[in-house]
């Protein structure tokens, strides 16, 4: 596995992934084919702007898997900070451990700048939440949508 800089994201090859990440969420509404794709179409774009605006540096990685598209990692490398913005693995390649991967190359990197890395894990998101809790991140702040989650490279608590 390798992080592969996207210094000119695709945006088609963008959507295709987070459409193949979300699209399971949306099926379980009945919706149509083509309403499902406009949803997803919406979604995706104001997730998209809302990372711009906040990140404006923030950088696109690819994971690639042997020579294959298997997901994707949004991250903003501050000076003081590393924020994962997002992660997304394709279905068919999630459990293979890339996510872990992905993890444990920003926390080394992290470890290096005796920096914290930073993220938002979305409060239905038990699972996640848990897998980052396992990968040594700590709550540190909570509101009605999203978990702020910090891994301190010294290990000291920076929870409440």
């Given at each position: 596995m390798q992080l592969v800089r996207m210094d000119h994201p695709d945006e088609e090859l963008l959507f295709g992934m987070y459409a193949a990440v979300y699209r399971r969420s949306f099926e379980q509404w009945g919706l149509g084919e083509r309403e499902t794709?406009?949803?997803?179409?919406?979604?995706?774009?104001?997730?998209?702007?809302?990372?711009?605006?906040?990140?404006?540096?923030?950088?696109?990685?690819?994971?690639?898997?042997?020579n294959e598209a298997a997901g994707i990692a949004i991250v903003h490398e501050g000076t003081t900070l590393l924020s994962l913005i997002d992660l997304m693995v394709l279905p068919h390649f999630q459990r293979l451990g890339l996510g872990t991967q992905v993890i444990r190359l920003l926390q080394s990197e992290a470890q290096q700048r005796d920096i914290p890395v930073k993220l938002h894990v979305d409060v239905s998101n038990t699972n996640a939440y848990n897998w980052y809790?396992?990968?040594?991140?700590?709550?540190?702040?909570?509101?009605?949508?999203?978990?702020?989650?910090?891994?301190?490279?010294n290990g000291d608590s920076l929870g409440p």
């Open positions: 794709n406009q949803i997803l179409q919406l979604q995706y774009r104001a997730k998209s702007m809302s990372y711009r605006n906040q990140y404006p540096q923030a950088i696109d990685f690819l994971i690639d898997l042997d809790v396992r990968m040594g991140f700590e709550e540190v702040s909570s509101t009605l949508t999203h978990h702020e989650m910090i891994w301190n490279p």
